[in-house]
């Protein structure tokens, strides 16, 4: 069974930095395509960034030089460092995992991130 556990969320003010975290157990993870997605209080579930088995990454434009995913076959896991963080980032943000025929297969629970001052 495949289980992924997002952590690292919190509140922050605006201009700071967060560490996301997706640990990931049960399943193949190191070939898995693996994503950030992020749902705000009344708007639709929405592509932060992506990451493939190979280490290719896509950021949605609003995020573009501001947050960087990476992942650690060893450790199972899969991150993402938020810099520069605005109001606007305020969602939970959820992990996903799945084979490249099917990549959002496995859904964290999520974790809530809030940018206020």
């Known amino acids: 069974q495949v289980q992924l556990r997002e952590s690292g969320g919190g509140l922050v003010q605006p201009g700071g930095s967060l560490r996301l975290s997706c640990l990931v157990s049960g399943g193949f993870f190191s070939l898995y395509s693996m994503a950030w997605y992020r749902q705000a209080p009344g708007k639709q579930r929405e592509l932060v960034a992506s990451?493939?088995?190979?280490?290719?990454?896509n950021y949605a434009d609003s995020v573009k030089g501001r947050f960087s995913i990476s992942r650690d076959n060893a450790k199972r896991t899969m991150f993402l460092q938020m810099n520069s963080l605005k109001p606007e980032d305020t969602a939970v943000y959820f992990c996903?995992?799945?084979?490249?025929?099917?990549?959002?297969?496995?859904w964290g629970q999520g974790t809530q991130v809030t940018v206020s001052s």
């Open positions: 990451i493939s088995r190979g280490g290719s990454t």
């Open positions: 996903s995992a799945g084979p490249v025929s099917s990549p959002n297969t496995y």
